[in-house]
Nanobody
Framework: QVQFVESGGGLVQPGGSLRLSCAAP????????MGWYRQAPGNQRELVAS?????????NYADSVKGRFTISRDYAKSTVYLQMNSLKPEDTAVYYC?????????WGQGTQVTVSS
């Protein structure tokens, strides 16, 4: 069974930083563009960042996080990261990783990010 394991969430004050990690199955990690998604209560899940695979690695970001979030991937660890800086209360959500595009695999448990003073 496909399993993404997200970690690194927590409670942080506005303006703070967090680094999320997602361990992915190796075959999926090396084949697909990977993405970080988030879902806030009452909202649909949205894609916030994606990163293509080697050798032409490119990152894309939702306008709401551009300039504050950075996505990266480590092939040695089959792990995708999301560095989140200058966090805002509206970034509060459960964050998930998965492949990016019209096809996604079963979702992991996600990691909760709460931005509050």
């Amino acid at each position: 069974q496909v399993q993404f394991v997200e970690s690194g969430g927590g409670l942080v004050q506005p303006g703070g930083s967090l680094r999320l990690s997602c361990a992915a199955p190796g075959a999926i990690f090396s084949t697909y563009t990977m993405g970080w998604y988030r879902q806030a209560p009452g909202n649909q899940r949205e894609l916030v960042a994606s990163i293509t695979r080697s050798p032409n690695i490119r990152a894309n970001y939702a306008d709401s996080v551009k300039g504050r979030f950075t996505i990266s991937r480590d092939y040695a660890k089959s792990t995708v990261y999301l560095q989140m800086n200058s966090l805002k209360p509206e970034d509060t959500a459960v964050y998930y990783c998965n492949t990016e595009g019209s096809f996604t695999f079963p979702w992991g448990q996600g990691t909760q990010v709460t931005v509050s003073s």
